[in-house]
Structure formats: C-alpha cells, structure tokens
C-alpha cells in the first residue's frame, strides 16, 4: 500500500497519523462505521455480503491526529478467481496498516467466522489489534455486556470499545483511541480531504449499491460496475454518466432490467440521486446492461473490469 508524502500543515511531537482497516464478518457494520467516522458516504453499504470490492481510504482529520481509514473486502473463504484476488487484496493491505480493528456485532453472539478471522490476525504482528462492539443501539444492556465478555476471552486487544454508528455513540472515543495507537508524524492528507477515491470509483460503488437493494442472495457476486465517461455539458449545468453494468448470465441481465425496464428506470432513479449529491449538478445517467460469461472466474474478464 502505497502511502502518500506527509503534509507539513500539521506537524509536531505529539500529532499522529497513520493507517487503520476494520475487518469482521458480513454485517458487522464496518462500511457504516467507516463513513460515520469521516463524516460522509464514502463507502457503500448494503446487507448481502461482501459489499466491498476495493480499497477505500476514508481521512478523519482531528486536532491531535490523522486517522486514514482503509476499507478492504472481508476475509473469506474464496469461490472464484475474484474471490482470491480480493483475498490478496485483504492481506497485502492488512500487512502494511498500523491498527486493525475487528468489529462484533453486540445484537450477535461471537461466533465460527468471528473466531476465524480473529486467528487471521496473527499473520499481520506489525498492527496493533482493538475490538469494536458494534451496533449497541440494537441490543440491551444485558447483551451488550455478554458481547464484550466474549469478545474480550477472544485475545488481549490493545482496546475494547462499544459504538453505534448510526447513533454516533462513542464515535469520538473510538477515533481518539485509534490515533493514539498511531506512530507519531504529520498529517498525511491535507486536512479538508475526506476520501483519496477518484470520482469515477465513487460512481461507479454508488450505482452497485442501488443495483444491490432488493436483489437475490447469488446476484450481487455476479455484479460488476464500470464508467466510460462523466462529461459536464457545455451549455447546461448538467453532468453526462455513462455506465455499463456487467452481469454473468443472460437470466441476471432480465433480473437487473426487470418487466419493461421498470427495475432498471428505478436502479436509475435511486443511484442518479445520490451521483448527483455527490457532484453536486444534475445528472443524466445512462445504464447499459451487459453480460461477461463467468467474469469472476475469467482472468482477462477480471483485469478488464478493474480487478
């Protein structure tokens, strides 16, 4: 992983900067927490598994530190080329962050895959181990404390903290703890920054998030998202997308076209609205569906559609 030159506008003995990757099962909220702590979208979320297909750096900019957070793909068990390539993904950038964070969900019970991933960890010795209990605003207080109870028995973390996200509950606690976990250094990012993903990547996750609401459980793996251009027209304030939406099957195609378009006029609908909060100008979105026989599994396929 690639890191970016220090920026000398926040500098000193005691300010800290580095990288942070939370990792955890599907649906543990980790997407979630990611833009609750920067403070906007800027990684999608969705409840079928393995949402996460790149690595997202969301910055958290305090006065005491930088917090760059690294949003990877979930370690899993691969099926497919994609799935191992994904894999590598995980471990390359896990290998080089400074604290990995682990999140459990406190309306769940710890579990095979929590205890699974939690013995990966033991590859990645350089980075500091804290547990995240996520999503206390959906459990009692009684849960709450068999979560941490168990989560603690798991290792010694070097921290162990119940949030909510979407409540913002101990999110200010959570990023001082991580920052100060930190080596020491200067800020990394200009401090206004909020993500280093480029337009067409945030776009592009936008649409397969709207693609993924609603769909059955074997579709979202088979969904792949790219962008050909994004062109401001000259005479209006409205901004040009044109997007293709790959598929494996000519079955999948129908699913994501629906009955006379009507499910595609609605994917439209819903990724155009947030495109266009994202560039801040009226969008005109075009769509084209189209089928990549067995992509994940298909070398070429894959370097082709930015995997």
Known sequence: ?????KNTESSGDTYRSGFVSFVGRPNTGKSTLTNALVGEKVAITSA??????????GIVSRPLGQLIIVDTPGIHRPRTLLGERLNALVQSTLGD??????????????????RFINEQLDAYPRAMKIAIVTKVDAAG??????????????????????????????????????????????????????????????????????????????LPHSLAVTIDDIMKRED??????????????????????GKGGERLRDIGARSRAEIESLLGSPVFLSLRVKVAKDWQRDPKLLNRLGF
Not at 48 to 57: E, N, W, Y
Not at 97 to 114: L, R, S
Request: with cysteine; glycine share 6%; charged share 30%.
């Open 236 to 257: 209006k304030d409205m901004i040009d997308v044109y997007a293709n939406v790959f598929v494996e099957r000519d079955s999948q195609k129908g699913i994501i076209i």
């Open 97 to 114: 962050v400074d604290v990995i964070g682990m999140c459990f969900p406190a309306d769940e019970p710890v579990g095979p895959g929590d």
């Open 141 to 218: 207080k009684k849960q709450v404390a068999e979560r941490l109870l168990q989560v603690n028995e798991l290792r010694d973390w070097a921290a162990l903290i119940p949030i909510s996200a979407v409540e913002g509950v101990q999110l200010d606690v959570l990023a001082d703890e991580l920052i100060a976990l930190l080596p020491t250094g200067a800020a990394l990012y200009p401090t206004e920054s909020t993500t280093d993903d480029d337009t067409h990547k945030r776009v592009s996750e936008l649409i397969r998030e709207a693609i993924l609401e609603g769909v059955d459980d074997e």
């Open 48 to 57: 079928k598994p393995q949402t996460t297909r790149h690595i997202i750096r």
């Open 1 to 5: 992983m690639a890191r970016p030159s």
